[in-house]
């Protein structure tokens, strides 16, 4: 089986940085990813780690330790619109049938 | 380029009665996966389809079902209705294993 552990809750002012953190228990890894996902909208993609190490896209990053077992996604430079609920989610084999974690919601104050 | 689309947008239904959820994958994606998204939970995995076969299924019963025609489009159905079927339905096409495309999701309430 496999399970995700993240943090339910997480506020943060106007332009501060705030880290996302995710560990994950899996039968089977080839990646973890992560989403946004806006009260009542879709789940958007932010971002994929298959590899350890740090990916930058824009404001956001996202870093795995396969060896840890353990990801963060890291938003910079925060704005109203980050206020959402941000999900990690393991692919636990080549089918991408992802796993998610409950969600983290981010509330971003000014 | 179309994104992924679902219909219809909201749907309630009574227990036992059957539903059926339509999703119309991104341009070029061959895979679609279904998921139901519980209020304040994480999408759960139903089932995903590649090229019209069952790709691999989740933990629902077999009361969950589905489809993918060949322009890649699918169905998902749902037979006896249940309470706690209540949920956000989302859709997501692929086409490489890295990132799924979601749809807007089919809200289902169960009366």
């Known amino acids: 089986g496999q399970s995700l552990e993240q943090p339910s809750e997480v506020t943060a002012v106007e332009g501060a940085i705030v880290q996302i953190n995710c560990t994950y228990q899996t039968s089977g890894f080839y990646g973890l990813s992560w989403y946004q996902q806006h009260d009542g909208g879709a789940p958007t993609f932010l971002s994929y780690?298959?590899?350890?190490g740090l990916e930058e896209t824009g404001r956001f990053s996202s870093f795995l330790s396969r060896s840890d077992s353990y990801g963060y996604l890291l938003l910079q430079e925060l704005q109203m619109k980050d206020s959402a609920s941000y999900f990690c989610?393991?692919?636990?084999?080549?089918?991408?049938?992802?796993?998610f974690g409950g969600g983290t919601r981010l509330m971003v104050k000014p | 380029e179309t994104g992924v689309t679902q219909s219809p947008t909201h749907l309630i239904k009574t227990r036992g009665q059957q539903v059926t959820l339509r999703c119309s994958s991104q341009s070029g994606h061959n895979t679609v996966s279904w998921y139901q998204q519980a209020l304040g939970q994480g999408p759960q995995f139903i089932f995903q389809y590649y090229r019209e076969e069952e790709n691999g299924r989740g933990n629902f019963p077999p009361r969950f079902s589905g489809l993918q025609f060949p322009n890649y489009s699918s169905e998902l159905n749902v037979n006896a209705l249940e309470l706690d079927d209540s949920a956000l339905y989302l859709c997501?096409?692929?086409?490489?294993?890295?990132?799924?495309?979601f749809g807007p999701g089919t809200r289902l309430t169960v009366l």
């Open positions: 780690n298959a590899l350890d």
């Open positions: 997501a096409s692929s086409l490489v294993v890295d990132t799924q495309y």
């Open positions: 989610a393991v692919s636990g084999n080549a089918g991408n049938m992802l796993t």
